[in-house]
T-cell receptor, first 116, second 115 residues
Framework: GAVVSQHPSRVICKSGTSVKIECRSL??????MFWYRQFPKKSLMLMAT?????????EQGVEKDKFLINHASLTLSTLTVTSAHPEDSSFYIC????????????FGQGTRLTVV | AQSVAQPEDQVNVAEGNPLTVKCTYS??????LFWYVQYPNRGLQFLLK??????LVKGSYGFEAEFNKSQTSFHLKKPSALVSDSALYFCAVRFKRGSQGNLIFGKGTKLSVKP
């Protein structure tokens, strides 16, 4: 299957700082990218959906000013957690799709964020 | 509202026995259904999908799933379970919302295969 690279895999940051997570599709053009947050033993919570070159659509309850998403190219999307707090500690996963509802999403390996 | 349900938090199976992981969905219009597997501290791996056509879909690692429109179900199955199949399994549905397709997941089912 197609490859999606997510970086970093782990990050520890101090409260109040910002952290950027990158998601790259390596061998296909990702017109749509999804960002999820996964809590321990819980499902994936969709945070936002983004199309290349346009603003992301955030799910209800997700602060767009806190979780900044940029999808500037067909191969790169970034999630920036601004002014991080310990409650932002979580496992963040990105996925990318080609055009079309019938295409499967390919997932990055996830980023474990710990805010201390 | 569009939704996906996985009624079982955990499924326990003995190695060599058949396994079923259940999934039901609620989507207006034609559903695009997917199964993914997640190993500890890893991203999700695509197993199989149903778009149209034959209701029985075959996927990776010997898994298959049966689309049942009348029961709005898409259960994941495997004739003979392996210990290495132990993982977290997610059912997902993709649907059109605005100008973008959305992709939502069930809460996941932990599969435990004992030797």
């Amino acid at each position: 299957g197609a490859v999606v690279s997510q970086h970093p895999s782990r990050v520890i940051c101090k409260s109040g700082t910002s952290v950027k997570i990158e998601c790259r599709s390596l061998d296909f053009q990702a017109t749509t990218m999804f960002w999820y947050r996964q809590f321990p033993k819980k499902s994936l919570m969709l945070m936002a959906t983004s199309n290349e070159g346009s603003k992301a659509t955030y799910e209800q309850g997700v602060e767009k000013d806190k979780f900044l998403i940029n999808h500037a190219s067909l191969t790169l999307s970034t999630l920036t957690v601004t002014s991080a707090h310990p409650e932002d500690s979580s496992f963040y996963i990105c996925s990318a799709c080609e055009t079309g509802l019938n295409t499967e999403a390919f997932f990055g390996q996830g980023t474990r964020l710990t805010v201390v | 509202a569009q939704s996906v349900a996985q009624p079982e938090d955990q499924v326990n199976v003995a190695e060599g026995n058949p396994l079923t992981v259940k999934c039901t969905y609620s989507v207006s219009g034609n559903p695009y259904l997917f199964w993914y597997v997640q190993y500890p501290n890893r991203g999700l791996q695509f197993l199989l999908k149903y778009i149209t056509g034959d209701n029985l879909v075959k996927g990776s690692y010997g898994f298959e799933a049966e689309f049942n429109k009348s029961q709005t179900s898409f259960h994941l199955k495997k004739p003979s379970a392996l210990v290495s199949d132990s993982a977290l399994y997610f059912c997902a549905v993709r649907f059109k919302r605005g100008s973008q397709g959305n992709l939502i997941f069930g809460k996941g089912t932990k599969l435990s295969v004992k030797p």
